[in-house]
Nanobody
Framework: QVQLVESGGGLVQAGGTLRLSCAASGRIFSINVMGWYRQAPGKQRELVAT???????NYADSVKGRFTISRDNVKNTVYLQMNSLKPEDTAVYYC???????????????WGQGTQVTVSS
């Protein structure tokens, strides 16, 4: 089993910043892709950003230039630095981690519990 614990959400004014963290723990052998997704009320969950084990990143067009994803491979943690926040960034943010688990190197994909980000205008 692999567990994810998210932190860092909250309420912020437009133009403000927040930093989300997501720590993975459990029977982890290796982690490949780590990412952040979000779901606003009445909308489908959408990709925000992903980062591969070698560090290559991918961003949704709506957050390019404002959000930065990073990871600490020693701590098995992924971060999302969110700058210049807009009201339309309001959503529940979920981290997602994929890799291989001990003891049999089985592939896993886990979701965090979600953290609320609210941006007021």
């Amino acid at each position: 089993q692999v567990q994810l614990v998210e932190s860092g959400g909250g309420l912020v004014q437009a133009g403000g910043t927040l930093r989300l963290s997501c720590a993975a723990s459990g029977r982890i052998f290796s982690i490949n892709v780590m990412g952040w997704y979000r779901q606003a009320p009445g909308k489908q969950r959408e990709l925000v950003a992903t980062i591969a084990s070698a560090g290559s990143t991918n961003y949704a067009d709506s957050v390019k230039g404002r959000f930065t994803i990073s990871r600490d491979n020693v701590k098995n943690t992924v971060y999302l630095q969110m700058n210049s926040l807009k009201p339309e960034d309001t959503a529940v943010y979920y981290c997602n981690v994929g890799g291989r688990a001990r003891p049999n190197y089985t592939i896993f994909g886990s979701w965090g519990q979600g953290t609320q980000v609210t941006v007021s205008s």
